[in-house]
């Protein structure tokens, strides 16, 4: 009896440790600065606490500073614990940006924010729409081809593809200044020419009708 009790204990042991799911290790976090391709501006991550004591839930914030002569802070706030360089794609200004959430339990795959505030989170299962493709652990989920990600800072636009081959585009604020004053030129270097054309025919005209008299 003594010998088949023994024996179940370890059938229950051995089927317990299948079912046992171990924790990601997360390497902790660092404070980082980001600066805009034409120096004006500044992202600063700084952690508040670097006590390994409190690791991982040490508090963070995020922060853009303005660099013009004197440094003036635009917007500042609290920040999620677990956040890391990789995971931020920046407007080229640095007001908006993308954060790609490591998802666990409540299954966030990215979010926008703006001015310093959350405006728009997706879920895993609103970007994925095959989720049997998506792979993952306790605290992480495979959702995206991360080699297939693409921002192109000349228009602001991030376009990333999930697992199961759907792409989606994102908005990280208006197009660049840069972009709009292209076209001021564009639309005035076509009003110089008209002009000019207009100018030249108006010459060509006049010394036919001289040259008529004549």
Same mark, same amino acid.
């Given at each position: %009896?003594?010998?088949?009790?023994?024996?179940?204990?370890?059938?229950?042991?051995?089927?317990?440790?299948?079912?046992?799911?171990?924790?990601?290790?997360?390497?902790?976090?660092?404070?980082?600065?980001?600066?805009?391709?034409?120096?004006?501006?500044?992202?600063?991550?700084?952690?508040?606490?670097?006590? *390994?004591?409190?690791?991982?839930?040490?508090?963070?914030?995020?922060?853009?500073?303005?660099?013009?002569?004197?440094?003036?802070?635009?917007?500042?706030?609290?920040?999620?614990?677990?956040?890391?360089?990789?995971?931020?794609?920046?407007?080229?200004? *640095?007001?908006?940006?993308?954060?790609?959430?490591?998802?666990?339990?409540?299954?966030?795959?990215?979010? *926008?924010?703006?001015?310093?505030?959350?405006?728009?989170?997706?879920?895993?299962?609103?970007?994925?729409?095959?989720?049997? %493709?998506? %792979?993952?652990?306790?605290?992480? %989920?495979?959702?995206?081809?991360?080699?297939?990600?693409?921002?192109?800072?000349? +228009?602001?636009?991030? +376009?990333?593809?999930?697992?199961?081959?759907? +792409?989606?585009?994102?908005?990280?604020?208006?197009?660049?200044?840069?972009?709009?004053?292209?076209?001021?030129?564009?639309?005035?270097?076509?009003?110089?020419?008209?002009?000019?054309?207009?100018?030249? *025919?108006?010459?060509?005209?006049?010394?036919?009708?001289?040259?008529?008299?004549?």
């Amino acid at each position: %009896m003594k010998k088949f009790a023994v024996l179940l204990l370890v059938l229950a042991l051995l089927f317990a440790g299948t079912l046992v799911v171990h924790a990601d290790d997360w390497a902790a976090p660092v404070s980082f600065t980001v600066r805009s391709q034409d120096g004006t501006r500044q992202f600063d991550f700084a952690l508040i606490s670097e006590s *390994l004591v409190e690791y991982p839930w040490h508090a963070m914030s995020a922060e853009i500073i303005l660099l013009e002569g004197e440094e003036v802070v635009l917007w500042s706030n609290d920040f999620r614990t677990q956040a890391y360089e990789d995971q931020f794609v920046f407007s080229a200004n *640095l007001n908006t940006f993308a954060f790609f959430s490591p998802v666990g339990e409540n299954d966030v795959a990215l979010e *926008l924010w703006t001015d310093g505030q959350l405006v728009r989170t997706y879920m895993v299962d609103e970007l994925v729409q095959d989720m049997s %493709m998506v %792979m993952g652990t306790i605290s992480r %989920m495979w959702w995206e081809d991360t080699q297939a990600r693409v921002f192109d800072p000349a +228009t602001n636009l991030l +376009t990333v593809v999930t697992v199961d081959g759907i +792409t989606h585009t994102f908005a990280l604020g208006e197009a660049p200044a840069q972009s709009v004053l292209s076209w001021q030129v564009l639309l005035v270097i076509i009003i110089g020419v008209i002009v000019l054309g207009v100018a030249v *025919l108006k010459i060509v005209l006049l010394r036919k009708k001289e040259g008529a008299h004549d």
